[in-house]
């Protein structure tokens, strides 16, 4: 028999192949289908649930460390905002200096134009005020009550204008200490400049790291997916054959996706609350030092939807990475 006469059948082609009927309602197949695709995924997801929850922490640790940064740098920024109206001096006089070498410099700072307001401790109210802080050690309040002479200086607080820079403060401060009672002047605003150096830093640091973390939850939420369609391949080479299209081919992993996405964004504010409970009290105990209301800002509403949504793109970023690869592969394997 020649071989014209039996003809090698062609393989069937994409274009040939049958693909499902369409249905006439559309709408209602399309969220249908959507309803499968998440059937399908919640089932996969509880039968293998110590894998999704261990993803789910890997996700959330990535994405707690950058979310913590970001609420740190938005309390030092309220925190500066806080201090904004209280920059200032603390003059320091010597011990027993001259009421009139006082009243002198008191008077210069009180001529000078950022100057706002000067405030002065004598000795006398100076020494009350650390006997009252340290009335819990009677051995303290005894052995100041046997001195003979006030060993604690008189001081000057000055408030200055929010316009005054650091060069000029520093400026005022080298003017002082030429003044013979002075002993030694004290910038409050310099660690004003320093916080918001941190802020920067702390902003700077987050971005970086957050970019980092973010590729590491995008890559833990592809290889996670790469497993649940290496465990459906034959599967999906059936609905391949049948002519399913390639978007209700992925549509479920896409959903694998956004479990683990969202789960891991869970987890990460789960994460963080446990840590801004456990800083509360030495945070209480530190803002408290300095007359600061302890509040903790950012962590809100608005900011758990921003990382939920965060934690639902990267889960969906990473799916996708997977089903562009091995999908691919597994069609191409059967065209």
Known sequence: ???????????????????????????????ADHQRAVSETFKFVSLKLGSSLFVWLLV?????????????????????????GRPGLSVYFQVAADSSDIVEVENLLQQNSSTIEVRLTDADQALREFMAASADSESLTTALSTLSANPLPASLQVSVNNQVTVDQLAALRLQLLQKAAVD?????????????????????????????????????????????????????????????TRAQIRRPFVYFGVFYGLGGAIVAAMLLAITLSAIETPLTALLGSYDLPVQVRGFDLPFLGSLLLMGLVLGVMGALLAVKQRIRGAQEAIY
């Open 184 to 244: 030694d002047v004290v910038i409050e605003f310099t660690w004003l400049e320093r916080l918001r150096s941190l802020t920067q830093l702390i902003e700077r640091l987050g971005w970086i790291l957050g970019c980092l973390f973010a590729l590491g939850a995008v890559l833990v939420t592809a290889a996670s997916v790469r497993l649940a369609i290496d465990g459906r391949l034959e599967e999906l080479r059936v609905l391949s054959l049948v002519g399913a």
């Open 1 to 31: 028999m020649s071989k014209e006469a039996n003809p090698r059948p062609k393989p069937a082609t994409q274009a040939s192949r049958k693909q499902w009927p369409i249905p006439k309602r559309r709408l209602s197949w399309f969220f």
């Open 60 to 84: 959330g640790i990535a994405l707690a460390l950058p979310a913590a940064l970001r609420l740190a740098q938005l309390n030092f920024v309220a925190l500066d905002d806080g201090w904004q």
